[in-house]
């Protein structure tokens, strides 16, 4: 019974290109939920997302970055044009259904942007 | 202001000692309350809700005040493998968490 998958568990990009997180939810879970933790810093909301539905985008920057989670296969977490900010922890979070508190994190993606 | 502050920390404390992290909430609004835990940048875990009532699980203690929007932690007769941050987590309507910048806690033979 795997919880959350995220994959890669490490990234290293070059400024300018471009960086594809993954992020697998529970199995039975349809709600997806990402979260940045920049150095020294708690985590961040960014988006949250259903099947083939972005609900709630408010934490994303307005520029470069993307997400989606199509009706077959992972939740994506795209970010164009990689700056050295981006580096960070990206977590994924999932949970069974609308408004539901109780979520199960992954154990995150390490972004390092050289 | 952010919607959730914490103490900045870190704390550092002998073993056996007791601490408490204190946590403040902007959003009147907000329907749930927990205290997650995170070691060294892994992901968060869950460490307890926080009721109204007041709540222990063992050495811990949550405490919620709705009128002052105020969350707190107590941990007693601290252990080292108690070192890790804590992050004080609000459930706002709209189905999000939000996270407080976590107090580091060191626990020192």
């Known amino acids: 019974n795997a919880g959350v998958m995220q994959n890669p568990r490490h990234l290293v990009r070059r400024r300018g290109q471009e960086a594809r997180l993954r992020c697998s939810p529970m199995?039975?879970?349809?709600?997806v939920y990402w979260y940045r933790q920049l150095p020294e810093e708690g985590l961040k909301f960014m988006v949250y997302?259903?099947?083939?539905?972005?609900?709630?985008e408010s934490g994303m920057p307005k520029e470069r970055f993307s997400a989606e989670f199509p009706k077959e296969g992972p939740s994506i977490l795209r970010i164009q044009q990689v700056v050295r900010g981006d580096s960070a922890a990206y977590f994924c979070?999932?949970?069974?259904?609308?408004?539901?508190?109780?979520?199960?994190f992954g154990s995150g993606t390490q972004l390092s942007v050289l | 202001r952010k919607e959730v502050e914490q103490d900045p920390g870190p704390f550092n404390v002998p073993e056996g000692a007791t601490v408490a992290f204190n946590c403040t909430y902007s959003n009147s609004a907000s329907q749930s309350f927990f205290w997650y835990r995170q070691d060294c940048r892994k992901e968060p875990k869950l460490l307890m809700s926080v009721y109204s009532s007041g709540n222990e699980d063992g050495r811990f203690t949550a405490q919620l005040n709705r009128a002052s929007q105020y969350i707190s932690l107590l941990i007693r007769d601290s252990k080292l493998s108690d070192s890790a941050t804590y992050l004080c987590v609000v459930y706002n309507q709209g189905g999000k968490l939000i996270f407080g910048q976590g107090t580091e806690l060191s626990v020192k033979p």
């Open positions: 199995k039975g879970h349809s709600h």
């Open positions: 979070a999932s949970s069974p259904g609308w408004a539901n508190e109780k979520l199960f």
């Open positions: 997302l259903q099947k083939e539905n972005i609900i709630d």
